[in-house]
Structures are given as C-alpha cells and as structure tokens.
C-alpha cells in the first residue's frame, strides 16, 4: 500500500513540474526585410519565414508602389527545388514567388523563402509598403500551414532632393510690334529677392535659371520690368503646378508699349490699363508707362487719369 502511494505522488509531482508539459508550437511567420536604396540605385531585401515545420513549399505575391519602388530580380532558396517566380509583369507592382516543389523537407526557426532586387524609382524621402500575401505555405503532408502571420516591410529612398531647375524666359516687343533688341530684364519673387536676366544686345530674348522650391515655389507670383530706352513694362505671372514639374514657366513675352498708359501693350488705352494702373498703385510698384502725370510714382491718380482717356477714346 505504501509502495503505491510514493508511485501516485511521484506521479503527481513529474506532471507539475514546469517545461515537463509539451511546448506549444509557435505560428510560422513569414517577414520580409526592410530596404532602402539611392533615387536609381539597387538593393536586396530577403523573404524568410519564423517557426516552421516540415516546409514542402510557398507561393508568395509581393505587392509594391511601381512610382517608388521596382522588383528587378528575385531568388528562390535552391533547398526547396527550381525557381518559378514571375515577375515578368513588375510594373504592375506585383510579382509572385515561388518554387516548384517535389521533396523538399525544411523545419527551422528561420528559414530563407526568397531574396528580391529592389530599384528605387522615387524621390529622395518616398516611401512604400512591400506587401506580402502568403498564397501558399504547404507542408510534406500537401496541406497549408494554418495559421500563418505576414509581416510587411518597408521601402525608403535615400539620398538627398537634387536642386530642381526653373527656367524663366520669353521675348520682349516694343509696343508696335517690333524686336525690342536688348532690353533690361528684372524679375523678383514675393520675398522681394530680385534677379537681372541674360539678355543680348543683338536680340529680344531673355533668359533667366532660377532653382524651383528655393527661389520661386508653385502658385507664388513672379513680378517682371523690362526697360529699354525710355520705355518701360511691368508684368506678373504666378507659377503653376505644371511649370513646376516642367522645370520652367511657358515663354513670358513682355511688351514695352510706347503709349504712356498701355500697360498691356496693346498699343490701346482701356480700362484694363486703369485696372492694372491701380493694381500697381496699390502694391506700390512702378513703370514708366503707368506714370502718365510723371511724378516719379504710381498712384491712383494716374489710374484715374487713364480711365478717363479710356473713355474718351
């Protein structure tokens, strides 16, 4: 009797003790590695998968942003068979990875699944999602592993904004219609910096480089004055979105109109000269052109005085 009870506590004792009871299996995860590269550069980032047993094969699709990121190569791990992957259709920014697998037998911690070679084709900063979805994870028995975890990684371009050029250019006129042949070109942005535009003197065109982002920005307005002799124009421009990713504005013509009071070079005198006569005013800008009274300043008064010629007309 008492040789059964040591039997029975003994018993008891062993199925208490910690770590005796079987260890539950962890869930298999398959990661991918983050990455980042240079703007048109490559780098590698390795598919594996955590906690596995009895690995037969996979079938992964790896999803990405084709503006930032593009799927140049892969390698599937030779231990599970020949490499099936496409990514024929990478500018899609899908591709699918996988080998075909006949008597493949893998258990580990970490197992290597795939390597792929990643270009950057975004900008400095960009970042996008490697999306993993697990299609397939068949063990030796050809049945899924359930349940599984994906774990996405990330892609980032490195290096620093390039400077973005902004060309400004055009032709200068005189009010007739004719070649203005070297003028004097000025231009300034809404912060007051003012550049002088290359010109030659055997021709009408100006040119000017500026650096998109850090002298002039999109929407921002570019205020001209063009002299020649003794006349004078002003003009402004806002910068679209467009000019912006075009690196330049379209050709900005700039007329120097004889006619005191022809702000628009239109070689008329209207109300639309009187409107941009007080807009000047206002803003306390100064032309020739708009000074009919010649007090040296732009002033309602020359704007009044130019509507009623507009008017008279």
């Known amino acids: 009797m008492k040789i059964c009870q040591v039997l029975f506590v003994t018993v008891v004792i062993a199925v208490c003790l910690p770590g005796t009871l079987p260890a539950a299996s962890a869930e298999p995860t398959i990661i991918i590695a983050n990455a980042s590269a240079d703007p048109g550069l490559t780098t590698t980032a390795e598919i594996r998968c955590h906690n596995v047993e009895h690995l037969l094969g996979f079938t992964i699709t ?153 002298d002039i920005d999109c929407c921002e307005t570019m205020r001209f004055s063009a002299l020649h002799g003794d006349g004078s124009a002003s003009a402004k421009y806002t910068v679209t979105p467009e000019d912006v990713r075009n690196g330049g504005s379209r050709l900005f013509n700039i007329t120097i109109g004889s006619l005191p009071g022809d702000l628009n070079g239109d070689c008329e005198i209207t109300s639309e000269d009187a409107l941009l006569t007080l807009q000047m005013a206002v803003e306390g800008e100064y032309s020739q052109i708009a000074d009919v009274n010649r007090d040296d300043q732009v002033t309602s008064l020359d704007a009044l005085m130019i509507l009623y010629e507009a008017a008279n007309r």
Not at 111 to 128: E, Q, S, Y
Not at 148 to 170: E, H, M, Y
Request: hydrophobic share 40%; glycine share 12%.
């Open 62 to 214: 790896l999803g990405y942003d084709p503006d930032v990121v593009m799927v140049v190569g892969e390698e599937t791990n030779p231990e599970f068979g020949m490499d099936m992957s496409v990514i024929s259709n990478n500018k899609t920014g899908d591709v699918v990875l996988g080998p075909l697998s006949i008597d493949a037998d893998v258990t580990g911690d970490d197992v290597w699944l795939a390597t792929v070679t990643l270009r950057a084709d975004g900008n400095p900063g960009d970042v996008g999602v490697l999306n993993i979805t697990t299609d397939a994870l068949i063990d030796t028995a050809n049945d899924q592993i359930e349940p599984r975890t994906d774990i996405d990684g990330a892609f980032v371009v490195a290096g620093s904004a390039a400077p973005k050029p902004f060309l400004v250019s055009g032709f200068v006129f005189h009010g007739d219609g004719s070649e203005c042949n070297g003028p004097i070109v000025s231009m300034s942005n809404q912060s007051g910096v003012q550049w002088q535009a290359t010109t030659n003197d055997g021709c009408n065109y100006y040119w000017l480089l500026l650096t998109a982002g850090t």
